[in-house]
């Protein structure tokens, strides 16, 4: 069965430090995204990528960077862990729409990361 | 006003009744509306999408939009313990190809 994936699923690191979180999908969709989730906040979109090659910025971008080389996977890095990155990460994907305004996503499990 | 707004709630509802949810916009123009349910500790799962003025209906769950009004609503007729979650609403407002979403309503459904 098709599935997305998302590794580590808890991790915990320095202020300072780089730290990279996986996405791995299955469902060969064209559309990732990254978002982050904080009581109080809700889910707020990070990075999202319509394509190989292509990224686009989210709502709540500055610290973090993505790179799309392939169709299954959407890794995001955040360049040196702040305090304020400590939240749970979502991975989501959805297929290409051609246009339409209908594009339901899939999530991944989610990343609890930790920034001491 | 915020893009996507949800009550926080919680929403405490009987075993058996009808739980109500809403959910209004800010954006006249969006296009398609989402439900989704998410258990603590859980990722988000879509219950129900809907893009046109009226009601959907499936199974157990009602969604209602009026796009004159802005709000759009999610019905869970007969509610169960097991419905205990909460309830995210995601919107494409016009102009943007990602969803926006609420912080979502917490439902608690007592036996």
């Known amino acids: 069965d098709a599935e997305i994936t998302q590794s580590p699923r808890h991790k915990i690191t320095e202020t300072g430090r780089q730290v990279t979180l996986a996405c791995h999908q299955t469902w060969n969709h064209n559309n990732m995204f990254w978002y982050r989730q904080d009581l109080g906040h809700g889910l707020r979109l990070i990075h999202y990528?319509?394509?190989?090659?292509?990224?686009n910025k989210g709502e709540v971008s500055d610290g973090y960077s993505v790179s799309r080389s392939n169709t299954e996977d959407l890794p995001l890095t955040l360049e040196s862990a702040a305090s304020s990155q400590t939240s749970v990460y979502f991975c989501?994907?959805?297929?290409?729409?051609?246009?339409?305004?209908?594009?339901?996503?899939?999530f991944g499990p989610g990343t609890r990361l930790t920034v001491l | 006003q915020k893009e996507v707004e949800q009550n926080s709630g919680p929403l405490s509802v009987p075993e058996g009744a009808i739980a109500s949810l809403n959910c209004t916009y800010s954006d006249r123009g969006s296009q398609s509306f989402f439900w989704y349910r998410q258990y603590s500790g859980k990722s988000p799962e879509l219950i129900m999408f809907?893009?046109?003025?009226g009601d959907k209906e499936d199974g157990r769950f009602t969604a209602q939009l009026n796009k004159a009004s802005q709000y759009v609503s999610l019905l869970i007729r007969d509610s169960q313990p097991s419905d205990s979650a909460t309830y995210l609403c995601a919107v494409n407002l016009s102009g943007r190809s990602t969803l926006t979403f609420g912080k979502g309503t917490m439902l608690l459904v007592s036996p």
């Open positions: 989501a994907s959805s297929a290409e729409t051609g246009g339409l305004s209908y594009n339901e996503q899939f």
């Open positions: 809907i893009y046109s003025n």
């Open positions: 990528s319509y394509g190989v090659q292509d990224t």
